[in-house]
């Protein structure tokens, strides 16, 4: 099993920066990629960024340019760095580590940005 808390959401103005972590613990000698989705009501939840253990990343072509995902391996940790914020990446975001028999997710971080 692993344990997913995520951090460092709030709310912040159009062009403006906000960085979120995902502290993971448990089983973490089994974690392999980290990532980062989004969902807004109603929607499915998407992805937003993933990293791999050797640090291989992927984006969304939505964020691409303006997010930056890394993580530190030795704190199990994966952040997400978000820069030139636009209202149309306000949601609730979730941590994600996909595991052998499941997916482990976060409880949920939201950011709102407002125009």
């Known amino acids: 099993q692993v344990q997913l808390v995520e951090s460092g959401g709030g709310l912040v103005q159009a062009g403006g920066s906000l960085r979120l972590s995902c502290a993971a613990s448990?089983?973490?000698?089994?974690?392999?990629?980290m990532g980062w989705y989004r969902q807004v009501p109603g929607k499915q939840r998407e992805s937003v960024a993933i990293?791999?253990?050797?640090?291989?990343?992927t984006y969304a072509d939505s964020v691409k340019g303006r997010f930056t995902i890394s993580r530190d391996n030795a704190k199990n940790t994966v952040y997400l760095q978000m820069n030139s914020l636009k209202p149309e990446d306000t949601a609730v975001y979730y941590c994600?580590?996909?595991?052998?028999?499941?997916?482990?997710w976060g409880q949920g971080t939201q950011v709102t940005v407002s125009s």
């Open positions: 990293i791999s253990r050797s640090g291989r990343t």
């Open positions: 994600n580590v996909p595991g052998r028999y499941q997916d482990y």
């Open positions: 448990g089983s973490t000698f089994s974690i392999n990629a």
